[in-house]
C-alpha cells in the first residue's frame, strides 16, 4: 500500500496511511481501542482539531509529538478519540432489575448491608447519577449508609462534567416529573437553561480517572 497523502479539497491537512496507522497503534496501546478502518474520518476530525489547538501546521507534527513527548499529549489524545454515548435511564430494564430484585435481595440481608457498585465508563456521568437515584428510591435512608458507586472513565473531560453535575436541561427531557422535581434543581440567570443533581445523589458516588488497560 503506498503512502500517497488521501487530501481530499476541504481537507485543511494532509492526513496519510501512515499517520492513520500510528494513531492507531497509539490508542490501541494506551487505551486499549481498537479503531477499524471505517474511523479514519473520525480521527481525522478529531485529531486536526488538536492540531488546531497546538498551533501545528500537520499531521507529521502531531505524530512526532506523540512519539517523542508522549506523557504532555497522551490524555489529550485519548479524550479525543473516545466517543462517549450516554443518557440517563438509558436501557432501564437494568435500573429496574437493580430496584426490584437486587435491592430487596440485599435488605433481606440485613437492615445495612454494604454495597459497592461500580459504573466503569461512567462518561458524562447519566449512568452512576441513574444508579445513585435508583437506590434512593428503593432503600430506606438507613441502609445507605453503606451504599457507595464508584464511577471511572479514561476520559477526563467527561468526568469533570460528571463530576460537577450540570446538564442542559435537554439531557433531562425524557425523565418524569416528579424525577426532575426531587433530583434536580433548575438553573436561574446565567444558568438558565441548565439543571444541577441535588448533593443527595452526589454523595454516593466517587468520581475517578481510570484507564481500564
Known amino acids: 500500500m503506498t503512502d500517497a497523502a488521501e487530501l481530499l479539497p476541504e481537507r485543511e ?17 494506551h487505551a486499549g481501542i481498537n479503531l477499524s478502518e471505517a474511523k479514519r474520518e473520525l480521527v481525522y476530525g478529531r485529531i486536526s482539531r488538536r492540531i488546531r489547538a497546538l498551533n501545528m501546521r500537520s499531521f507529521d507534527d502531531y505524530c512526532r509529538l506523540l512519539e517523542e513527548t508522549p506523557d504532555g499529549e497522551i490524555g489529550n489524545f485519548i479524550n479525543a478519540i473516545t466517543t462517549n454515548l450516554t ?31 461500580w459504573s466503569a465508563g ?12 435508583s437506590l434512593r428510591e428503593s432503600m430506606p435512608e438507613s441502609a445507605l449508609a453503606e451504599v457507595a ?4 472513565d479514561i ?14 436541561a435537554a439531557r433531562v427531557e425524557s425523565l418524569s416529573s416528579q424525577r426532575l422535581q426531587q433530583w434536580f434543581r433548575r ?5 438558565a437553561g441548565k439543571v444541577r443533581v441535588v448533593p443527595e445523589l452526589q454523595s454516593l458516588i466517587r468520581f475517578r480517572q481510570l484507564n481500564l488497560m
Do not use: K
Request: net charge negative.
Open 87 to 117: 443518557a440517563f435511564f438509558r436501557e432501564d430494564h437494568h435500573f429496574d432489575f437493580l430496584r426490584n430484585t437486587l435491592v430487596p435481595a440485599w435488605l433481606a440481608q440485613g437492615a445495612r448491608p454494604r454495597v459497592r457498585i
Open 155 to 168: 476520559d477526563t473531560n467527561v468526568l469533570a462534567t460528571a463530576e460537577a453535575g450540570v446538564y442542559d
Open 13 to 29: 491537512f494532509g492526513f496519510t496511511d501512515r499517520h492513520f496507522e500510528f494513531l492507531r497503534r497509539m490508542v490501541g496501546a
Open 122 to 133: 461512567c462518561s458524562t456521568g447519566e449512568e452512576p447519577y441513574s444508579i445513585a437515584m
Open 149 to 152: 458507586i464508584l464511577a471511572t
Open 187 to 191: 438553573g436561574r440567570g446565567v444558568h
